[in-house]
């Protein structure tokens, strides 16, 4: 069993930046990917970046402006997001991912979720 706690949502002003955390907690050895996730009012749950296996995967839309890292020793995965758009405003998920997968979509463990409001 694998626990998963989101931190750092807020509101920023278009262009700014903002900083996601995820801490896990349990069984983590069972986790081979880490992804990143948002749904946005009336809209599908989407990949927003994963990692795994030493690489990173990210959508279209945030390509070059977020950046998905992580703290072992803190078991914290960061999701660092920059020059914010109104169009990012969702609310966003971690997950953990049993498989190792790059594609995303099978996620095993879910956090809470994290509301990030841009305002333009």
């Known amino acids: 069993q694998v626990q998963l706690v989101e931190s750092g949502g807020g509101l920023v002003q278009a262009g700014g930046s903002l900083r996601l955390s995820c801490a896990a907690s349990g069984s983590i050895f069972s986790i081979n990917a880490m992804g990143w996730y948002r749904q946005a009012p009336g809209k599908q749950r989407e990949l927003v970046g994963i990692?795994?296996?030493?690489?990173?995967n990210y959508a279209d839309s945030v390509k070059g402006r977020f950046t998905i890292s992580r703290d072992n020793a803190k078991n914290t995965v960061y999701l660092q997001m920059n020059s914010l758009k109104p169009e990012d405003t969702a609310v966003y998920y971690c997950?953990?991912?049993?498989?190792?997968?790059?594609?995303?979509?099978?996620?095993?463990?879910w956090g809470q979720g994290t509301q990030v409001t841009v305002s333009s």
């Open positions: 997950a953990a991912h049993r498989r190792r997968t790059l594609v995303g979509g099978t996620a095993d463990y």
């Open positions: 990692t795994s296996g030493g690489r990173t």
